[in-house]
């Protein structure tokens, strides 16, 4: 009975941990890279305008209004660090840089709102946050998350 339980117990976590897996088919890093500038890039959002997504090294910050901007608590651009936005999805275009003044997580959640000392360029998206009236209102939308 003993060895039949610990059968039972690895067959759930084998199953536990297969459940948790994802493949992505045919995905290379460089090709699928937001500023990957060859012939064979497959960015997925390539059609779009991403201009208010920034980088500050390795953390990102998505614009939502002239100042502030959203990322994750557990990896957000460090106070008095700067964020910087491209007009387009090439290191090749302009670009513009601005010093984080402030932020705070909010709540118990993974979600860090930011500001900036100075409102951004006009010429940088704003994203406004998505809230419909219910959960189906979602459903059927594409949504691209950062």
Known sequence: MKKFLVAIGLFLSFAASAS???????YEAQRHDRF??????????????????GTSGST???????????????????????VTFWESNSFGDPSHSYTVAGGQQIGGTDLWVGWFSTAVSPSIARYPVLDLPTAGDYLGLTAFNY
């Not at 948790?20 to 045919?26: H, L, Q």
């Not at 998505?62 to 700067?82: E, R």
């Open 36 to 53: 990957y500038s060859g012939i064979d890039k497959a960015f997925v959002g390539d059609p779009y305008d991403f201009s208010g997504v």
């Open 20 to 26: 948790a897996t994802m493949i992505v088919r045919d």
């Open 60 to 82: 990102w910050a998505t614009l939502v209004s002239d100042s502030y901007f959203i990322s994750a608590t557990h990896f957000h651009p460090a106070i008095s660090g700067t």
